[in-house]
């Protein structure tokens, strides 16, 4: 139905906290480029206003919103083919995430497992912004009429919400179709890589150890050290993908490989069952270098003309906006709100 109504628009986002890893890449900006490719609308953000739902010192921010965005770009999201921007450019996401926060359910948030994950024993100390993060990142959507989300798995239960919300607004409020109600996109060997130590947590740009994670700054011989120490178990690569199930570090190597050499999974595992470690952690550091060295190179040059990062980030705020306007001004228009004709 949705879909009939509105226009296939693709929307997603990165948090600047910290440098970008290898998880933001694979499960993140390479499928971004590919649906680019497609011709789709595609608008690419750089989610700073939801950073800062934990302390971000204003220097870092800075810093780790240039990164993204020259992660974007050096790994080939084209400003004339996708809209990319820094949300804190476009003030409507923060206009709309006010209704948004008027329209879901103390309830809806209290279910939201990230929250829960993230707060730990400590609910009362965390900011009420990242009480309330999941009802900006439906303004996120929203905003743009977006119809298509391409998230990692753990962002899954935040596109439901967003859909709950739109069903509610749209009800709430007589405007049958208004917000599309949008579907989340997961899809590839990556949309969930793991931590390198611990294959049951997600690689983190934040945790505590440097060698749980590939960041897209690393060198060749870091990136080597990172996989060779990477946590396995004794056995090495088994007959057939499905006896990887339950082994959740040895599968996330495999997987990774084959995100970056664009195979199945089960091609890989075809390709070295039998082998050891000793084998496959060679191959897989080599694969990786040689897909993330140029993009790396890439990025530094970027990261070395911040104010070209920042005249590109500002052309897309320029069309972020004019598409998010009017679909704000209209939104105000059926809550009520007064404002000059
Ligand atoms: N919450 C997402 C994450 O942590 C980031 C995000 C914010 C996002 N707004 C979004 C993703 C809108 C998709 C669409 O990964």
Redesign the pocket.
């Known amino acids: 139905m949705t879909q009939l109504v509105h226009t296939p628009r693709v ?5 600047p906290s910290g440098g970008l890893t290898l998880g933001n890449y694979l499960g993140a900006i390479k499928r971004f480029v590919e649906t680019q490719e497609t011709g789709v609308e595609t608008l690419y ?1 750089v ?1 700073d206003m ?1 950073a800062i739902t934990v302390w971000q010192d204003p220097a870092e921010l800075r810093t780790a919103t240039h990164e993204v965005a020259a992660g974007y770009l050096a790994a080939g999201i084209d400003p004339a083919k996708s809209i990319l921007f820094n949300q804190s450019q476009v003030s409507a996401h923060a206009e709309l995430g006010w209704i948004f926060n008027c329209v879901a359910r103390v309830g809806w948030m209290n279910r939201m497992t990230q929250f829960k994950e993230k707060a730990g024993k400590n609910a009362e100390k965390q900011s009420l912004g990242l009480y309330a ?1 999941p009802s ?2 439906a303004a ?2 929203l905003l743009y009429h977006a119809t298509h ?1 391409p ?2 798995e ?2 899954k239960q ?2 439901e919400l967003t859909r709950d919300i739109a069903n509610k607004f749209n009800h709430d409020f007589k405007a049958p179709d208004f917000f599309p109600v949008p579907e989340p996109v997961i899809e590839g060997p990556a949309t969930r890589v793991m931590n390198l130590r611990d294959g049951t947590k997600k690689m983190s740009k934040s945790g505590e150890s440097d060698m749980e994670r590939i960041n897209m700054l690393d060198d060749a011989a870091t990136i080597a050290k990172k996989f060779k120490k990477a946590r396995t178990d004794p056995d090495g690569i088994p007959e057939t993908y499905d006896d990887l199930s339950d082994r959740p570090e040895a599968r996330n190597l495999v997987d990774i490989y084959a995100s970056l050499a664009d195979k199945t999974p089960q091609d890989v595992v075809a390709e070295y069952a039998g082998a050891g470690w000793g084998k496959f952690k060679p191959a897989l550091a080599d694969v990786a270098v040689e897909k993330l060295a140029p993009i790396s190179d890439e990025m530094k040059r970027y990261m070395d003309d911040p104010a070209e990062i920042d005249r590109i980030l500002a052309v897309g705020g320029d069309k972020a906006r004019a598409i998010a306007d009017p679909i704000l001004a209209k939104t105000y228009d059926l809550v009520g709100f007064v404002r000059p004709k």
């Open positions: 929307f997603s986002g990165i948090k953000c989610v939801h993060y900006l990142m996120d959507i989300v998230v990692g753990d962002q935040h596109v």
